[in-house]
């Protein structure tokens, strides 16, 4: 049989379910954090099981180490420091550090 989770058709369903995931749990957060941080774990599953990448900006919404949804002073404190954007999640303490300045071409 062949393998259909690599087509191109698949991979754009992937990708939509990875943004509604992240939309829904935007919504789910401040009744259900847990909620939250299942649709992050499933976006993630998705992403793995058809080889794409989290776009940059859903990528920076979730900590790289627990992979907790983040929301800046609820669970996440952000700080600028030394031309760099510092994000500390406060569930595990891990800093995720961001380039402010020019932008990639």
């Known amino acids: 049989m062949a393998d259909?989770?690599?087509k191109s058709g698949s991979r754009r369903l992937a990708r939509e379910r990875i943004a509604v995931l992240f939309a829904r749990a935007a919504e789910f957060y401040p009744e259900s954090p847990d909620r939250s941080n299942r649709c992050v774990e499933l976006a993630r599953k998705i992403g793995m099981r058809h080889r794409i990448r989290?776009?940059?900006?859903l990528k920076r919404r979730f900590c790289r180490r627990c992979y907790t949804y983040l929301v800046p002073g609820s669970n996440a404190r952000?700080?600028?420091h030394r031309g760099r954007v510092v994000v500390t999640c406060l569930a595990c303490g891990h800093r995720s550090r961001f380039p402010v300045g020019r932008p990639r071409q």
Do not use: G
Not at 54 to 57: C, F, G, L, Q, T
């Open 54 to 57: 989290i776009e940059r900006p």
């Open 4 to 6: 259909t989770t690599r």
């Open 78 to 80: 952000v700080r600028v």
